[in-house]
């Protein structure tokens, strides 16, 4: 540990990667080791964006489940989701430091489970089994595969404080991993929809010209019809875009464990938690800066969650844009690709508070044209360039915000050690949580609606709903989140503060230990 802590105090000297030091005698971050830590983060953009765009539409569509049912087993595996991040989250927090580090095992050792029930996830058992047999299977495998989810991304995103380097170099590393995750998502979702997409459009053409219905019922008086080889092969191409997924999440763990090296944290020692859960939590929660960040996350996070969630369900059945879907997620990934760079720069330049403002605020016109507009490829592709660069934001400043609250609290609170994880458990949870609450209200307003599977034309009161869903509703939540961003009391001066705080903290705790 002493010599852990001369290497980061040390003036003048360089880190293993060879990098020189900043001004302040603190080693900066080595590229390569940014790089192999954003690309750690894939594994949850591509298997998380791919369920949220496509997971309603799957089990409404494909399998052919009722929507109380689709929507029992979206909210149910969500909320399940939820209350495992916190529990994870303690359990690491928990763990003993090992010869290969203290967060690296939980990632190594829950991805081979997770690609499996990944894969298992968008298998469609035999057509014969019942309603009830179904929301069995698909409840329990999605129960289980969010918990492995969980096991590795709690961790994970933990590490963000345990890279080794400043301030700047942490915020340096989330926009890496920010930008490889929107990257990450673009080629989930990209994947997902060009293999699966064009059997979604050979379906609503068959089943226009098969009297307006595409069911099990039906196929089953002609298994030898058009209908059965088109449902068929669609949920082939599920499952065969499921294995394609699964082989990159196990390579962006490959990356992540051999390229990352746990270092100490600003103020950590990085070992077990002595604190009670309990304890844990109330203290936690008790932080201002904190409980305000995640209250905005979770509305804002809903707003987009909400939309992206019933996005192709939407553009099949209101916008009339079925089997075009894929190629305006893939306009949407693009365009938040290529501004993350311009939103690093903004918010080092105006301050974070402002870039989440001014981000955010983008998507709102957004959503007004495109509950307006019908059967216009062109206006929905322009349109996603606004939508693309504030889902940029959202991928970056909550991210990027919540080390400077849990720096502030390590401040308020020095006995308080080793909870990192319970801090990112318990964003994650938030991010999972509101993701969970808007997918089930949308599925369940389309079972009150009178939505049923199988059917090619909705009745008008599911396209109302469509269109309620896609934009009065996330404005709404939207602008609730941005009211309570308002409140959020650490801007430019208090980081620097802190910041300055930190460091006068952490050379007194070097000498100690």
């Known amino acids: 540990m002493q010599s852990a802590c001369q290497t980061d105090a040390a003036p003048g000297g360089s880190d293993s990667g060879g990098r020189k030091l900043e001004g302040q005698g603190k080693p900066r971050l080595p590229t390569f080791r940014k790089i192999c830590y954003a690309l750690g983060g894939a594994p949850y953009q591509l298997t998380g964006n791919a369920i949220s765009f496509f997971l309603q ?13 689709a ?23 928990r763990s003993p430091r090992r010869k290969c580090g203290k967060l690296i095992p939980w990632v190594l050792g829950s991805t081979p ?75 989930g979702t990209s994947l997902q929809g060009l293999i699966v997409g064009k059997y979604h459009a050979s379906m609503t053409l068959n089943c226009q010209g098969f009297n307006g219905s595409l069911s099990n019922e039906t196929m089953g008086n002609n298994s030898t019809s058009p209908l059965t080889d088109t449902l068929e092969n669609t949920r082939m191409a599920y499952l065969t875009a499921a ?15 051999l390229g990352v090296k746990e270092q100490h944290g600003p103020l950590s020692i990085l070992d077990q938690s002595r604190l009670p859960f309990v304890y844990s939590l109330f203290t936690i929660m008790g932080h201002r800066p904190y409980t305000l960040l ?12 909400m939309a992206q969630g019933i996005f192709a369900f939407f553009c099949t ?19 938040a690709s290529l501004s993350i760079p311009f939103w690093q720069w903004f918010l080092v330049k105006f301050g974070k508070k402002t870039a989440v ?98 059917n090619c034309e909705p009745n008008p009161m599911v396209k109302l709903i469509l269109r309620v869903l896609m934009a009065p509703v996330p404005i709404t939540l939207l602008i609730i989140g941005l009211t309570i961003f308002c409140f959020y009391p650490i801007d430019e001066e208090k980081r620097k503060e802190n910041r300055a705080k930190m460091e006068a903290a952490k050379d007194p705790l070097c000498q100690q230990l």
């Open 113 to 187: 489970f997770g690609v499996l029930l990944y894969c298992l996830l968008w298998f469609t058992p035999s057509g014969t089994l019942s309603t009830s047999w179904k929301f069995f299977w698909y409840l329990t495998t999605y129960c289980f595969f969010q918990t492995c989810l969980s096991c590795y991304h709690v961790p994970y995103t933990s590490m963000t404080m345990f890279l080794g380097g400043s301030q700047s170099d942490r915020d340096s590393a989330t926009a890496y991993r920010m930008g490889m995750e929107v990257l990450s998502t673009l080629v």
């Open 294 to 305: 995640l209250s905005g996350f979770l509305f804002v996070s809903m707003a987009f969650q």
């Open 71 to 93: 929507s029992s087993v979206i909210f149910i595996g969500r909320a399940w989701d939820s209350v495992s991040d916190p529990l994870v989250g303690f359990l690491v927090s």
């Open 357 to 454: 403002f001014v981000g955010l605020s983008l998507i709102i016109p957004a959503f007004i044209i495109l509950v307006q507009v019908t059967h216009n490829f062109l206006t929905f592709a322009l349109t996603m360039i606004l939508v693309g660069c504030s889902t940029a934001v959202l991928f970056l400043l909550p991210w990027s915000m919540l080390p400077d609250a849990m720096d502030d609290f390590q401040l308020k609170n020095p006995s308080c050690q080793n909870l990192e994880a319970f801090f990112y458990s318990f964003y994650i949870f938030v991010n999972k949580f509101g993701g969970g609450l808007a997918l089930g209200i949308s599925t369940m307003s389309l079972h009150f609606a009178g939505y049923q599977a199988g």
């Open 57 to 69: 539409i799957f089990l409404l569509d494909v399998v052919q489940l009722d929507p109380f049912w």
């Open 243 to 257: 294995m394609v997924i699964g082989s990159l999440y196990c390579f962006s763990c490959a990356v992540l464990v």
């Open 317 to 335: 059945h209101a916008a009339g844009l079925a089997g075009s879907f894929q190629y305006l997620v893939l306009i949407l990934l693009v365009v």
